[in-house]
């Protein structure tokens, strides 16, 4: 990898360099902590969520938590965050959580899906989703307001319409939101979330010589008591987190949705970027036709060694016109349409987000086979529009001890412009010898200007088995919200736990939700 100079840096990103260029340094995961100008932390492997000096944190909520009256509790592997001010109080708002999936052997359930009953399954499905709480500050520390009108959960049995042209699998509702992965929030304060491994739970639909084949999946299983059909999922949902309403937005696509960050274009129309958290598989990008709507528009994908994105429209590529006979048949099948248009094959794209100062657009690709330390790919829209359909795509950071992290997943803008990135070592890898130097997943902080500009310093280490997720700050950057998803995910059962965080003892380990302060990220984030 080029090692860049400040200048150089700064000049890459598109922001401005205001000092003698400093060459960045080849650091070990241990120094780069004072190399940036922070005492960060050695990658650790401690049951608890350990921090740099100068941050604390608060558990905010947690797996099985009673939200309101109705008998709602807070779900399991929480994911993605937003904060949504109520009135416009940066410390009083609701906070949308997503829940991504069920761990068999955590619930009543047995760990074998094969061995299931019913009543296991009806348990699981009030377990994914997501979660809309009413969080406020008082005295300094955030908390959960109990039993507030809008706190709700949105999951697995809630009847949800299917926004489509014509009906999908012959309906036009389906039955719940699964696989809830990463998001986004639109300018119009409603929250996407996407759906992502979907197949685990219904199995998915493959076509040939015009069949339709419904190929189960194992690792759930609910589909041995529901015959929900497989097209119902692995879309983006838009939900109102105020009034709870939501719609699956077709016009996005079918895919491994890990997130959905939304931009307008010059003219006003909302942009929406997606990755397809699969080897191989696909960058997207929506551009609709109007603003302050998703519900009509153009799917692209990207071809990032031509710099193109690629309609994957009937009207506009006669291949896609010879492949499927209708627009929603195309979204059903975006990963094919994807193909057949020529977009390019990544290295399991997940979070996409928008450097405020720039306008680049940095996208997390976790790993390959090929490439397993996985890196930030940075792209940039032709005359800096992102409704643009020509770009320059660049390597970023590329993980490895060089860089001190490895598996990018989520990343985040603070409010001063400065990026940070949680990593996804997958749990059954983290003790493996490719993985060793980075022990526990983190929470990394990459200033993007200054004499450091560029060197990721790690500011936070998750419990073993768990990865951060859905980092988001407060409107003040004096917070950040940050889940811990499936802590002892990598336990060899719940005999032998390799986490009891956040209570300890030989408690079950609980995902859940923390806040993070203190005078380090005031000195770092605080607008």
Not at 86 to 93: E, M, T
Request: hydrophobic share 35%; charged share 25%.
């Amino acid at each position: 990898m080029k090692h860049w100079s400040r200048r150089e840096f700064l000049r890459f990103m598109g922001r401005t360099a205001g000092a003698t260029a400093v060459a960045l340094p080849v650091l070990s995961c241990s120094d780069r902590g004072s190399a940036a100008g922070i005492a960060g932390i050695a990658p650790g492997t401690e049951d608890e969520v350990v921090l740099a000096g100068g941050l604390e944190y608060e558990l905010l909520v947690s797996w099985g938590d009673p939200i309101n009256g109705r008998g709602d509790r807070f779900g399991f592997n929480n994911d993605y965050t937003a904060f949504f001010p109520i009135d416009g109080n940066p410390h009083d708002g609701l906070l949308w959580v997503n829940h991504e999936e069920v761990l068999s052997g955590y619930f009543s359930s047995p760990r074998d899906p094969a061995d299931k009953s019913r009543q296991d399954v009806d348990q699981e499905m009030t377990e994914v989703g997501g979660s809309i709480v009413r969080i406020r500050m008082s005295d300094g520390h955030w908390r959960l307001v109990p039993d507030d009108r809008y706190n709700r959960r949105i999951d697995a049995t809630t009847p949800i319409p299917i926004g489509s042209a014509e009906p999908v699998a012959g309906a036009r509702e389906a039955i719940g939101t699964l696989g809830n992965c990463a998001g986004g929030v639109t300018p119009w304060r409603t929250v996407l979330t996407c759906e992502e491994n979907f197949h685990f739970f219904y199995g998915d639909v493959r076509f040939e010589n015009g069949r339709r084949i419904h190929e189960k999946d194992t690792l759930i299983g609910w589909d041995r008591y529901l015959d929900y059909p497989p097209e119902h999922y692995g879309w983006v949902v838009e939900i109102d987190p105020f009034t709870g309403a939501a719609n699956k937005l077709t016009t996005l696509g079918r895919f491994a949705h890990e997130g959905a960050t939304v931009i307008l274009a010059r003219d006003g129309r909302p942009v929406v970027y997606m990755g397809d958290d699969k080897t191989d598989e696909h960058i997207y990008k929506f551009v609709g036709d109007e603003p302050g709507l998703l519900a009509q528009g153009t799917l692209y994908a990207a071809d990032t060694e031509r710099g193109r994105w690629l309609p994957l429209s009937l009207d506009r590529d006669k291949r896609l016109a010879q492949a499927f006979s209708t627009q929603t048949e195309l979204l059903i099948r975006t990963r094919e349409a994807a193909k057949l248009a020529g977009a390019s094959p990544q290295d399991r794209p997940e979070d996409i987000e928008i450097d405020p100062h720039s306008g680049a657009v940095l996208i997390a690709l976790t790993k390959h086979p090929l490439r397993p330390y996985g890196s930030i790919l940075r792209l940039a829209e032709k005359d800096n529009d992102p409704a643009a359909e020509e770009f320059v795509a660049n390597t970023f950071l590329a993980g490895g001890t060089e860089n001190g992290f490895a598996c990018p997943d989520n990343l985040v803008f603070d409010p001063r412009g400065n990026l940070w990135l949680c990593t996804d070592i997958a749990s059954h890898e983290l003790s493996g010898l490719l993985y060793a130097p980075f022990k526990n997943n983190g929470l990394f902080h990459i200033p993007m200007s200054g004499p450091h500009a560029g060197v990721p310093v790690q500011v936070a280490s998750a419990p073993p088995g768990a990865e951060f997720t859905g980092p988001t700050f407060s409107p003040d950057g004096r917070t950040l919200f940050l889940s811990v998803q499936h802590p002892g995910e990598n336990s060899g059962s719940t005999d032998a736990l390799s986490s009891h965080w956040p209570d300890g003892g030989a408690s079950l380990p609980r995902p859940g939700v923390i806040c993070i302060s203190g005078p380090l990220l005031d000195e770092l984030t605080a607008a």
